[in-house]
């Protein structure tokens, strides 16, 4: 007697055991969903494992630890009739499905490429209904990637243990992130403070009252440890004694300027006892518009100075909402589409949900007459879509029960963006005042300005602090009583060191690694020790500043920031099949090998060379020089 056929099911990889919970249950019965948990294959971690003089032959080897994983999807594949990779959409993605492909065999026709932006039962149909093949240009954009980290890391690591110290490690991407956090350091260390002064004024209206000792008593913290009120505190302070606060902008006609004490004292001297009116009144209204809707890059920056996050935190909760959050009775559901884009685009269908969601929840005076498009940037894909809710109606509040308090803040943050960005722009009234006094060096003008909202638009959902005063009720002519005028001292202020989110700025706009790195980057030169952060601000260690002298000296090409931006635009060139990979690398090499036989046989040991600095010994009176040491650089006598 004939056996039963049974019918084979269809084996469908993902990356995570998470997603591949969500997705098996929208597949049914004839699939199995197995997670690869990541990358399965790798170039081994020992040795370079990269065939040079073979057209850069990589050899690839199962990663520790990913064994019992791939046996376990061999046998799965075994029993299976096809084959859908449905791991994420960018080039890691591409690279892990084609890995996956190569370990399992199973025939190319048999193979498909299952990729989705979202992981919605919609979604998730809509791309197995059409499954495409794998794109072998984008995978050999990766492997260029991983060739070109792997040659500079094996290759310069080995040289900086021989010169500076041990355990160091460089990276053609982390070393250039290490320099802009240096030259940042190098700026504020040559920063030279320039003195100015400045004669703030606050008036009030109330002719007949003296507000002085009560807005000195106000504004002056008790101790030295407390802070002064804050902006908001003071413009309610203002607006119950029908005060503004103005500033000095010109001096007889000329554009007000005082760099010391005597010719702010001068001007200073000349106001007392004259009279100050009103100049002039120019009203006008101001618009406000929405932002585009979250990249990587800018959910990162909003991550970190909205919510406080690491941009790796950012990513590793950004992770979990994309891969499906258990939400009761609804089941496992993805919330927001894949987070790594640099896409602004979005579809078709979300514009229509999202503008259905503005009216009925919102008000169709919050509803701009057509959907607003946002320009991405140059090489963004927009197949991809912007970082957004994968279903507009699940509010916050909504699923907030079955969210963790960091998971609820970040959603919160992706859909209040996603809904203002559809949203019709804030209005504003803008009242500029010129406050004028007579003097015995001439006129002597003020300048000030408030905004009142007159329509809040996208704010109702996406709020902004303002530090605007609102205004008395004035008009021109009208004499205003001083409250408190004075001469401040000021001096000019070094950059600003870099935090989480403008480290996040700065990489985007020198095209230093990809969005999707950045995360790993900033993380990675804080676990070697090339920066530490501080107050939440980022300093180049003394290791960090030696390395980077370094590797300035004897890879020029390799720290160059317009280099690194240029070879990440030829990897998006591979990708798009517009060059070919061998060709970026044998371009690349070349020129690499020379410096690093230049720096093999000319680098000095950093412990080897002394910088003179200011102070003498103690002992002999000799010029003391900072010498590098394994704890970084320390003062030693010049004759010692």
């Not at 990663?63 to 994983?69: A, C, E, V």
């Not at 401040?488 to 700025?505: D, G, I, M, N, W």
């Not at 090998?593 to 003498?616: C, G, I, N, V």
């Amino acid at each position: 007697m004939a056996k039963s056929s049974v019918k084979k099911k269809s084996l469908v990889i993902v990356e995570s055991p998470a997603k591949a919970k969500t997705i098996n249950r929208y597949l049914g019965p004839d699939f199995d969903v197995h997670a690869s948990m990541g990358h399965v294959r790798d170039l081994p971690s020992k040795g370079l494992n990269v065939d040079i003089e073979n057209d850069f032959e990589p050899t690839y080897d199962i990663l520790p630890g990913k064994k019992r994983t791939v046996t376990s999807l061999k046998a799965a594949a075994k029993k299976c009739n096809k084959l859908y990779l449905a791991t994420d959409l960018d080039r890691e993605g591409e690279a892990i499905a084609w890995h996956l492909a190569q370990i399992l065999g199973i025939p190319k026709d048999k193979t498909y490429r299952v990729i989705f932006n979202a992981i919605t039962k919609t979604t998730i149909k809509r791309a197995f209904d059409d499954p495409g093949k794998l794109n072998m240009d984008k995978v050999m954009a990766q492997q260029a990637r991983r060739i070109l980290d792997r040659i500079v890391g094996y290759q310069i690591s080995p040289l900086l243990w021989k010169k500076v110290t041990r355990g160091l490690s460089a990276g053609r991407v982390q070393s250039v992130a290490v320099k802009i956090v240096v030259l940042k350091e190098r700026e504020i260390q040559l920063f030279k403070p320039d003195e100015y002064w400045l004669i703030p004024a606050v008036f009030t209206t109330d002719l007949n009252s003296n507000y002085t000792q009560e807005w000195l008593d106000f504004i002056t913290p008790e101790t030295e440890d407390d802070k002064p009120p804050s902006i908001a505190t003071q413009n309610n302070w203002l607006k119950r004694h029908n005060a503004i606060k103005a500033e000095m902008y010109k001096v007889n006609g000329e554009k007000f300027d005082a760099a010391n004490q005597e010719q702010a004292g001068r001007i200073f001297d000349a106001m007392k006892d004259t009279e100050f009116k009103i100049a002039d009144i120019e009203k006008k209204e101001s618009v406000s518009r929405p932002s585009a809707p979250f990249i990587t890059s800018t959910l990162q920056q909003a991550g970190a100075n909205r919510l406080g996050f690491t941009a790796k935190k950012t990513m590793a909760m950004a992770q979990q909402l994309y891969e499906g959050i258990d939400l009761g009775s609804m089941g496992s559901l993805g919330l927001i589409t894949y987070m790594r884009t640099d896409s602004t685009h979005l579809s078709d269908e979300a514009i229509k949900e999202v503008r259905n969601y503005i009216n009925m929840h919102l008000g169709e005076n919050y509803l701009p007459a057509k959907p607003k498009v946002y320009a991405s940037k140059k090489a963004a894909q927009q197949a991809h879509e912007a970082i957004r809710p994968t279903d507009v109606d699940l509010t916050p509040n909504d699923i907030r029960p079955f969210l963790s308090d960091q998971q609820f803040k970040l959603y919160d943050l992706i859909w209040r963006r996603f809904v203002a960005s559809q949203m019709e722009p804030a209005k504003w009234n803008i009242t500029n005042l010129n406050i004028t006094a007579d003097t015995s060096i001439g006129e002597c003008r003020y300048k000030s300005a408030g905004r009142v909202l007159v329509f809040d638009g996208f704010t109702k959902i996406w709020t902004t602090t303002s530090n605007d005063q609102q205004l008395p009720e004035i008009e021109v002519g009208q004499q205003l009583q001083p409250v408190d005028i004075k001469a401040e001292q000021h001096f000019t202020k070094p950059p600003a060191r870099y935090t989480e989110a403008s480290l996040v700025k700065a990489l985007e706009k020198e095209g230093v690694g990809r969005p999707s790195t950045y995360a790993t980057i900033i993380s990675t030169i804080q676990d070697r020790s090339y920066v530490e952060k501080q107050d939440k601000r980022f300093f180049a260690t003394d290791i960090g500043e030696v390395v980077t002298e370094k590797l300035d000296e004897y890879f020029p090409q390799i720290m160059d920031i317009a280099f690194t931006r240029y070879m990440e635009e030829q990897l998006d060139r591979i990708e798009d099949h517009q060059v070919n990979w061998l060709a970026v690398l044998k371009d690349f090499y070349s020129p690499f090998k020379k410096s690093l036989e230049t720096a093999q046989a000319e680098m000095k040991h950093a412990k080897a060379e002394m910088t003179p600095s200011e102070y003498k010994c103690p002992d002999c009176g000799q010029q003391l020089s900072y010498r590098f040491g394994k704890n970084g650089k320390f003062l030693s006598c010049s004759t010692y």
